[in-house]
């Protein structure tokens, strides 16, 4: 028995490209279909209606496979961060919970930076279109940083509730701790407790995992 292969929505996006792009040009090269009723019905789909679909689609798309790790990590300039996943040492928060699969693997990007680019605020999604600009045309900064400060919010949506959070040693032993990490008062990367973030300054002094 054959198994029916359904087209995935990146093919249907191309194809409905094609199609848009050869009735168009069909219009624009024998106008006098648009004559009839129904060829000026036909120009209505073709020049206003597929457009809007198409770019619909493009922009559902897009904004799908910008969560993918890989698509964060074809800037070269973010070549560090993907490396900082496989640091072999528990401390790195980042790469704990990469290695440990705490966090989708192959959405490891987007999961702890959710207020980012194109899932942001419209401030984010304008700086998005910056970082595009400065990709192609612009100069890429020798240092990133974040524009804000890391929200533990971001920690939060993940760990609020969880036992090992909310019993954890240090996390208890003051109500007003917890209090102030939910508040977001007390950040998560403050020092002594979890400061190791990605450290990229200091790739070439550490030990790297290598799965098997």
Request: with cysteine; hydrophobic share 40%.
């Amino acid at each position: 028995m054959q198994t029916l292969m359904v087209p995935g929505p990146t093919a249907l996006l191309y194809v409905l490209i094609g199609v848009t792009i050869v009735l168009i040009a069909t219009i624009v090269f024998r106008p006098s279909l648009t004559a009839t009723p129904g060829g000026k019905q036909l120009a209505f789909i073709v020049y206003f209606l597929l457009p809007v679909v198409v770019a619909s689609m493009g922009a559902s798309e897009h904004m799908e496979r910008s969560k993918e790790t890989q698509f964060c990590l074809s800037c070269h300039v973010m070549d560090p961060y993907g490396r900082s996943l496989y640091i072999d040492d528990a401390m790195y928060v980042p790469a704990a919970h990469f290695q440990n699969a705490r966090i989708p693997r192959d959405e490891a990007c987007y999961t702890c930076h959710t207020d980012y680019v194109m899932y942001g605020s419209i401030l984010a999604k304008l700086r998005g279109l910056r970082h595009v600009y400065v990709q192609y045309l612009g100069t890429i900064p020798k240092t990133i940083q974040l524009y804000n400060p890391y929200n533990n919010r971001e920690c939060l949506h993940c760990h609020d509730g969880a036992r090992s959070f909310e019993e954890g040693a240090v996390h208890s032993a003051d109500p007003s701790i917890m209090a102030s990490i939910k508040s977001n008062q007390l950040s998560c990367l403050t020092s002594g407790c979890h400061e190791n973030v990605h450290g990229v300054a200091h790739l070439s002094e550490l030990k790297f995992w290598e799965p098997r």
